[in-house]
């Protein structure tokens, strides 16, 4: 096991990590920006540097402090948490060459997977379903020929083009033609790139995601699935353990391809591959986070599994067990409402003051909080501010216990979407099961 | 830790030089803890191996008080050099005068030494750390009076 494990990342998942850590035994390193300097990772952990300004590019961004940080502490370990350098092939890859262990998969598995293009390629060459699509389109005939074998609708999409700018939706044969036109046209102009691709659009899909954990090259874990359709420009807003729409035939099999594709490429570490669901109940991959992610504890409350404690034993090349894949047995249901500093219906972020704290508990509710009472949360971060969890034997046992938790949540001084996650909880097609990734869009309150 | 009552003293004494409020250290064979003035309100049940807590301030630094001091602060996580190499005079003597874009210090990061310069003119009036001693971001290195 390591002697000490340095944590690049702040807030909630910074103490996540620092919990794992003590469960194991290893003394912790906080790193911080110096207006993180009161922040409880840096309170919690047994020793705290700070590396730079509040710029997440001075500080939590950067490589050469966090590694001078690890030099002058001793650590022989770095954990990335999410986001920052979590993702980062060349700070994986500098960890290494400075005898350092990151903590996550090599930086060859991060660049093959982590890549939204080498992913689909690596995908489609191990027998995962990919959306349908084309490469680039010769003319409109072409898209029109395409369009009709695959089937309608699809969606036009200029190869140069990001942001959502060069996309059409096309959902008939009789606009097939005029749309093409004009998306060339726009890309032309846009990005100085004519070249146009099209793929099945799906109108209301699920998010529908895959949790493993590679243990060793060439043998990999199968935790089951969350469905995380409830999301708002992207940004996950509320996660669930098992999907409701998943059966054990279909986790079985989507279990077992992904299982197979991860360890013919000797994946390590955990990872997550994300699928989405059309109308039909089939899956489409769309890609693979290389890393811890924010909705973990949903896996971990119906599994019973401390997959952050798991990633680390791996890391240390300690021999890690779980029962996988088929069989795994998945107990109850959880849910997870991200506790987000924002207006609860302009989404507008909202930094400032924590006056007032309290989060709810009691049996099978679990919170994961970076802040607390007397904290002022910066503008320069993410706005997360805590994940409450639940759990229940059936998703509505889930969902009631998540209300009252809701109800107990105080947090002064700041806005939250509490009342959002309340409203959420609130909707009839939520509350049954229908969701899609644009359900959010239509809540009012 | 075998504790007796001069070290306690000691303590005491250094707990208040660095303005610390509560100390608390848990062993084997001894759990010790030191509260300053009247205890929080909140009794804090921690048994974990935090030596040292103190409310995150501003180094005390003695001359603290005087409004004409400035403070060279280090610019990155590594080791304070007070001199060029081993053995050799340091960059800046207590009381020299320095110039803009004047050598003060180095501060090694990853086997690299980086020249930290002073921004302004200034008198060097006290050094604040030691040669050879890790440094964070922030960590104040040398008291100054601007000229």
Sequence with gaps: ?445 | MNIDLKQIQALLRLLEKRDVTEFEFEDEHVRLRLVRGAPSAAPRETSSHIVVTSPPKPDAAPAASDPTSEFVTSPFVGTFYASPAPGKPPFVATGATVQAGQTLCIIEAMKLMNEIEAEYGAIVEERLVKDGQPVEFGTKLFRVRRL
């Design chain 1, 1 to 445: 096991m390591f002697g000490k494990i340095l944590i690049a990342n702040r807030g909630e998942i910074a103490l996540r990590i620092i919990r794992a850590c003590r469960t194991l035994g290893v003394p912790t390193v906080a790193i911080h920006s110096d207006i993180d300097a009161a922040a409880l990772h840096v309170r919690f952990a047994d020793e705290a540097v700070c590396i730079g300004p509040a710029d997440p590019r001075k500080s939590y961004l950067n490589i050469p402090q966090i590694i001078a940080a690890a030099e002058m502490t001793g650590a022989d370990a770095v954990h990335p948490g999410y986001g920052f350098l979590s993702e980062n092939a060349e700070f994986a890859e500098l960890c290494r060459r400075c005898g350092l262990t990151f903590i996550g998969p090599t930086p060859e598995a991060m660049r093959l997977w982590g890549d939204k293009a080498s992913a689909r390629e690596t995908a489609r060459r191990h027998g995962l379903p990919l959306l349908p699509g084309t490469g680039v389109l010769k003319d409109a005939a072409e898209a029109a020929a395409q369009a009709a074998d695959i089937g309608y609708p699809i969606i036009l999409k200029a190869a140069g083009g990001g942001g959502g700018r060069g996309i059409r939706i096309v959902r008939s044969p009789s606009e097939i033609t005029s749309a093409f036109e004009t998306v060339t046209t726009e890309a032309m102009a846009g990005f100085k790139n004519p070249d146009i691709y099209l793929e099945k659009f799906i109108e209301e899909p699920r998010h529908i995601e895959l949790q493993i954990l590679g243990v060793e090259p060439g043998r990999v874990l199968v935790f089951g699935e969350r469905e995380c359709s409830l999301q708002r420009r992207h940004q996950k807003v509320v996660e669930e353990a098992p999907s409701p729409v998943m059966t054990p035939d279909k986790r079985g099999a989507l279990g077992d391809s992904c299982q197979k594709a991860l360890e013919e490429t000797g994946y390590t570490s955990l990872g997550t591959l994300e699928f989405l669901m059309d109308e039909h109940g089939d899956l489409f991959f769309m890609e693979m986070n290389t890393r811890l992610q924010v909705e973990h504890p949903v896996t971990e409350m119906i599994t019973g599994i401390d997959l952050v404690e798991s990633q680390i034993r791996v890391a240390a090349g300690e021999r890690v067990d779980h029962p996988s894949g088929r069989q795994l047995e998945l107990c109850g249901h959880a849910i997870e409402c991200r506790i987000n500093a924002e207006d609860p219906r302009t989404f507008a972020p909202w930094p400032g003051l924590i006056t007032e704290y309290h989060a709810p508990g009691g049996r099978n509710v679990r919170v994961d909080s970076g802040v607390h009472g007397g904290i002022r949360v910066p503008n320069v971060y993410d706005p997360l501010l805590a994940k409450v969890i639940t759990h229940g034997a059936t998703r509505a046992e889930a969902i009631a216990r998540m209300r009252c938790a809701l109800d107990e949540f105080i947090v002064g001084g700041i806005r939250t979407n509490i009342l959002l996650h309340k409203a959420l909880l609130r909707d009839r097609d939520i509350v049954a099961g229908k969701l899609s990734t644009r359900t959010i869009e239509r809540i009012r309150f």
